[in-house]
T-cell receptor
Framework: DTGVSQDPRHKITKRGQNVTFRCDPI?????LYWYRQTLGQGPEFLTY????????KSRLLSDRFSAERPKGSFSTLEIQRTEQGDSAMYLC??????????????????FGPGTRLTVL | KNEVEQSPQNLTAQEGEFITINCSYS?????LHWLQQHPGGGIVSLFM?????KKHGRLIATINIQEKHSSLHITASHPRDSAVYIC????WGTGSNYKLTFGKGTLLTVNP
């Protein structure tokens, strides 16, 4: 399977615990995005990486959230001291941005299956 | 008001019916995506378009840039089409980040 994968698919935790999610993008993709989707809503942008560099963070990403992409391949999203309001589906997407002018090659984002977090 | 509005929020159809889902947006965009999300969360990209019309099998997507409106049509609907359909836009002014702004989705249920 050469698509975007996420691990775990489901996570149940108690309030106050730390959780970490992993996303493995399509191997040649240099862009990686994290989105959060709460029940009945569309996904909302959290942050994105170009290779290993984190280039933008949404104001939704409080200081309890941290994301890394240390080698420009897989990425992790950690939530510290989880709160019930963190319960959501966390989606990862990847795309390929390239060319000498930096123009997107199609710019299609490919999504992973998501990690559903439930904070009790 | 959300930047991306979808209608209807919920849609129930009988197998074989022609389905239309609408998306209106309030910002200038460089691309619009139609996405499908099945129970369990996985999202699949159906179309990405910036003008005109695209067709893939029984799915047709159209966009009118001047009216800031897009439609997703499903011909000869089938129960397996039951899913949430999400419209997402890449707006001008996002620079090179290409992040998407999503609508809330339309829950489609096709009954046999």
């Amino acid at each position: 399977d050469t698509g975007v994968s996420q691990d775990p698919r489901h996570k149940i935790t108690k309030r106050g615990q730390n959780v970490t999610f992993r996303c493995d993008p399509i191997s040649e993709h240099n862009r990686l995005y994290w989105y959060r989707q709460t029940l009945g809503q569309g996904p909302e942008f959290l942050t994105y990486f170009q290779n290993e560099a984190q280039l933008e963070k949404s104001r939704l990403l409080s200081d309890r959230f941290s994301a890394e992409r240390p080698k420009g391949s897989f990425s992790t999203l950690e939530i510290q001291r989880t709160e019930q309001g963190d319960s959501a589906m966390y989606l990862c997407a990847s795309s390929l941005i390239g060319g000498s002018s930096g123009r997107a090659l199609g710019n299609e984002q490919f999504f992973g299956p998501g990690t559903r977090l439930t904070v009790l | 008001k959300n930047e991306v509005e979808q209608s209807p929020q919920n849609l129930t159809a009988q197998e074989g019916e022609f389905i239309t889902i609408n998306c209106s947006y309030s910002v200038g965009i460089s691309a619009l995506h139609w996405l499908q999300q099945h129970p369990g969360g996985g999202i699949v990209s159906l179309f990405m378009l910036s003008s005109g019309k695209k067709k893939h099998g029984r799915l047709i997507a159209t966009i009118n840039i001047q009216e800031k409106h897009s439609s997703l049509h499903i011909t000869a609907s089938h129960p397996r089409d039951s899913a949430v359909y999400i419209c997402a836009v890449r707006s001008w002014g996002t620079g090179s980040n290409y992040k998407l702004t999503f609508g809330k989705g339309t829950l489609l249920t096709v009954n046999p």
